[in-house]
């Protein structure tokens, strides 16, 4: 059973930057993502990254803005967000899944408990 707590998330003002850190223990998995969720709206991929490898991919509308990187020694995984828009307001969640670099949320089994990530205009 993998456990996965995010922390990081906070209020930041339009064009600000934002790190998020995702702890996980208790089991293997491959990939670990990012999705993030608005009030009102469906949840989102945001980014995976495969846990051996370090491959990683973002999404079309974050690339150049997000970047997912990890560290196995910590078992930690991190999701770096500059030049933030009002758009990218949500709870982001981070997940784990053993298919590699999927997007789909329904690959992921393992689910952390959130954490809000709020940009001011």
């Known amino acids: 059973q993998v456990q996965l707590v995010e922390s990081g998330g906070g209020l930041v003002e339009t064009g600000g930057s934002l790190g998020l850190s995702c702890a996980a223990s208790g089991g293997t998995f491959n990939s670990l993502g990012w999705f993030r969720q608005a009030p009102g709206k469906e949840r989102e991929f945001v980014a995976a990254?495969?846990?051996?490898?370090?491959?990683?991919y973002v999404d079309d509308s974050v690339k150049g803005r997000f970047t997912i990187s990890r560290d196995n020694g910590k078992n930690t995984a991190y999701l770096q967000m500059i030049s933030l828009k009002p758009a990218d307001t949500g709870t982001y969640y981070c997940?784990?899944?053993?298919?590699?670099?999927?997007?789909?949320?329904?690959?992921?089994?393992?689910w952390g408990q959130g954490t809000q990530v709020t940009v001011s205009s």
């Open positions: 997940a784990a899944a053993y298919s590699i670099l999927t997007s789909l949320s329904i690959n992921y089994r393992y």
């Open positions: 990254i495969s846990w051996s490898e370090g491959r990683s």
